[in-house]
């Protein structure tokens, strides 16, 4: 499985951005997929997280009410919508997917940075 994120850049404060992730390889191996971020100096963190079939997500308490995780599993594609964006959301961000052997799948990132 190999995962290519697009849509990072440079926006300011209360911006919005969105970011793409595509899958291509064994996609149906693909279970559940998540958007990660690591900060200069900071651990990869959890930002948001979805089930195969997209029914149920989850949200870092700091994303919470801004931001949006969603997959078209015909495209191969998940997407992360990030409104009112804010300086602290500055980091790099990766696509993460999970196949359903376990095995764990990363992109390259997109960097995000929001100024203030």
């Known amino acids: 499985v190999q995962l290519v994120e697009s849509g990072g850049g440079l926006v300011q404060a209360g911006g919005s951005l969105r970011l793409s992730c595509a899958a291509s390889?064994?996609?149906?191996?693909?279970?559940?997929m998540g958007w990660y971020r690591q900060a200069p100096g900071k651990q990869r963190e959890l930002v948001a997280a979805?089930?195969?079939?997209?029914?149920?997500?989850n949200y870092a308490d700091s994303v919470k009410g801004r931001f949006t995780i969603s997959r078209d599993n015909a495209k191969n594609t998940m997407y992360l919508q990030m409104n009112s964006l804010k300086p602290e959301d500055t980091a790099v961000y990766y696509c993460?997917?999970?196949?359903?052997?376990?095995?764990?799948?990363w992109g390259q990132g997109t960097q995000v940075t929001v100024s203030s």
């Open positions: 993460n997917a999970i196949a359903t052997i376990g095995v764990r799948y």
């Open positions: 390889g064994s996609t149906s191996s693909i279970n559940a």
């Open positions: 979805i089930t195969s079939g997209g029914g149920s997500t």
